[in-house]
Nanobody, 112 residues
C-alpha cells in the first residue's frame, strides 16, 4: 500500500519561508521521479518542482531561485524548501510521482 503524506503547510507573511515534507511508504523516493504540484484557488494544478531519479532538479519559472526540491533517501522523504514566499504561492501543495501514479493528500500554504 503506497502512501505519500505531506506536512509543513502553514500561513506565513510574504517574504517568509516554509519547508514541506513528504513521507513516502510503499515506494522508495530514490526509485521514482518525484514532484511537487501546487493548486491555487480557481486554477489548474501545476507542477512547480521535480526531481529525477538521478537527482536532477527542475522548476517552473515562477519559483526558480526561491524553491528547492530535495530528498533524503535514507528517510524516504521528499522536501520542498520555499523561500521568499509571495501571495501567488498560495495553494494546496501535493507530493506525487512525476508520472502521476501516486499522490499525497496535500498540505495548505497561505501567503499574505
Amino acid at each position: 500500500h503506497v502512501q505519500l503524506v505531506e506536512s509543513g503547510g502553514d500561513s506565513v507573511q510574504a517574504g517568509g519561508s516554509l519547508r514541506l515534507s513528504c513521507a513516502a511508504s510503499g515506494i522508495f523516493v530514490s526509485e521514482y521521479q518525484m514532484a511537487w504540484f501546487r493548486q491555487a484557488p480557481a486554477k489548474e494544478r501545476q507542477r512547480v518542482a521535480w526531481m529525477t531519479n538521478f537527482d536532477s532538479t527542475h522548476y517552473t519559472g515562477s519559483v526558480e531561485g526561491r524553491f528547492t526540491i530535495s530528498k533524503d533517501n535514507a528517510k524516504n522523504i521528499l522536501y520542498l524548501q520555499m523561500d521568499d514566499l509571495k501571495p501567488e504561492d498560495t495553494g494546496v501543495y501535493y507530493c506525487a510521482t512525476v508520472r502521476g501514479e501516486y499522490w499525497g493528500q496535500g498540505t495548505q500554504v497561505t501567503v499574505s
